[in-house]
């Protein structure tokens, strides 16, 4: 693996690229707040004429995606799509062309986060409690807390048990909630599979999320597009696996690995055994989103 060009910031790859599709959570906000300079980095994009799409491993809708970032006061009009494993999973169940939605029962057990149900309206499902009467569980979202990773280990187990399927919008195993990272569903899929479950993952690192991203993109040749993340396992191996440049960011949920005070050399070793541990590869390195 060649080693990756640090960059001081954004404003460094313009030259380079002309499509940018952007993480949110660590990247542009911590789950509760944007970043100071964040929306200063997606103006300056858009100021010279750069495409600019939110791909987000976010188990929630577009929609919803997009009126939480306005509430936290991001101008939406710099973003030219917002695309998050959550639609795209809907869009799925929706359609159910193809395996495993062609043959998905109705009766859903559903692992949701303050009672989103906006992702399953519209889809003709039936919710159940009763692990032993689903067709099959979508985990969208967990509540840990007042749940605990055990809580939904003992709702799984009989359905897995049973061969019933999983669904999986937000393949992420932790992320940011301000200054803490909490358990994502791509845990519980994770406990799942380990139960003997079969799982179908939607979102980054897997392709087919990143036809919608290249739909918003489409005059741009793939070598001009570049996809900025703080996770190695899923927004540098996603961009590696559709053939485009991956830009990886330090002080996201790999923020641990580097501590303040370290030297672009102890990073870039880390940013190596990181790459190697998860089988990815970066082209270059932020430590934080900045213009």
Same mark, same amino acid.
Request: charged share 25%; proline share 6%; with cysteine.
């Given at each position: 693996?060649?080693?990756?060009l640090?960059?001081g910031?954004?404003?460094?790859?313009?030259?380079?690229?002309?499509?940018?599709?952007?993480?949110?959570?660590?990247?542009?906000h911590?789950?509760?707040? %944007?970043?100071?300079?964040?929306?200063?980095?997606?103006?300056?994009?858009?100021?010279?004429?750069?495409?600019?799409?939110?791909?987000?491993?976010?188990?929630?809708?577009?929609?919803?995606?997009?009126k939480r970032?306005?509430?936290m006061?991001?101008? %939406?009009g710099?973003?030219?799509? #917002?695309?998050?494993?959550?639609?795209?999973?809907?869009?799925?169940?929706?359609?159910?062309a193809?395996?495993p939605f062609?043959?998905?029962g109705?009766? /859903?057990?559903?692992?949701?986060?303050?009672?989103?149900?906006?992702?399953v309206?519209? *889809?003709? %499902?039936?919710?159940?409690?009763?692990?032993?009467?689903?067709?099959?569980?979508?985990?969208?979202? %967990?509540?840990i807390?007042?749940?605990t *990773?055990?809580?939904?280990?003992?709702?799984?187990?009989?359905?897995?048990?049973?061969?019933?399927?999983?669904? /999986?919008?937000?393949?992420?195993?932790?992320?940011?909630?301000?200054?803490r990272?909490?358990?994502?569903?791509g845990?519980?899929a994770?406990?799942?599979?380990?139960?003997?479950?079969?799982?179908?993952?939607?979102?980054?690192?897997?392709?087919?999320?990143?036809?919608? /991203?290249?739909?918003?993109?489409?005059?741009?040749?793939?070598?001009?597009?570049?996809?900025?993340?703080?996770?190695?396992?899923?927004?540098?191996?996603?961009?590696?696996?559709?053939?485009?440049?991956? /830009?990886?960011?330090?002080?996201?949920?790999?923020a641990?690995?580097?501590p303040?005070?370290?030297?672009?050399?102890?990073?870039?070793?880390?940013?190596?055994?990181?790459?190697?541990?998860?089988?990815?590869?970066?082209?270059?390195?932020?430590?934080?989103? #900045?213009w």
């Amino acid at each position: 693996m060649g080693a990756a060009l640090f960059a001081g910031g954004v404003g460094e790859l313009t030259d380079r690229f002309d499509g940018f599709i952007v993480d949110q959570w660590s990247v542009i906000h911590d789950g509760q707040r %944007l970043y100071p300079a964040a929306t200063g980095v997606l103006a300056e994009l858009k100021a010279r004429g750069k495409r600019i799409v939110l791909l987000s491993n976010s188990g929630r809708r577009a929609a919803f995606n997009r009126k939480r970032l306005a509430e936290m006061g991001l101008d %939406l009009g710099l973003l030219d799509a #917002v695309v998050t494993s959550g639609e795209a999973a809907w869009q799925a169940l929706r359609r159910r062309a193809g395996p495993p939605f062609d043959t998905l029962g109705r009766r /859903c057990l559903l692992f949701t986060i303050g009672g989103d149900l906006g992702v399953v309206d519209g *889809l003709g %499902l039936e919710l159940v409690d009763d692990p032993e009467r689903a067709d099959f569980v979508f985990a969208t979202g %967990l509540e840990i807390p007042p749940r605990t *990773l055990d809580d939904y280990r003992r709702l799984v187990e009989p359905a897995a048990a049973r061969g019933v399927p999983m669904i /999986c919008s937000n393949p992420d195993k932790v992320a940011p909630v301000g200054d803490r990272l909490a358990i994502s569903p791509g845990t519980i899929a994770q406990v799942y599979e380990e139960l003997g479950g079969s799982v179908r993952y939607i979102g980054k690192p897997y392709q087919p999320i990143y036809a919608a /991203c290249f739909e918003a993109l489409a005059d741009i040749p793939r070598p001009r597009i570049v996809a900025i993340g703080d996770s190695m396992e899923h927004d540098v191996k996603g961009a590696n696996d559709a053939g485009i440049a991956a /830009c990886f960011v330090l002080g996201g949920i790999h923020a641990a690995d580097f501590p303040a005070g370290a030297g672009r050399v102890e990073h870039a070793g880390e940013v190596e055994q990181l790459a190697l541990r998860y089988g990815a590869r970066p082209d270059l390195v932020l430590e934080r989103f #900045v213009w």
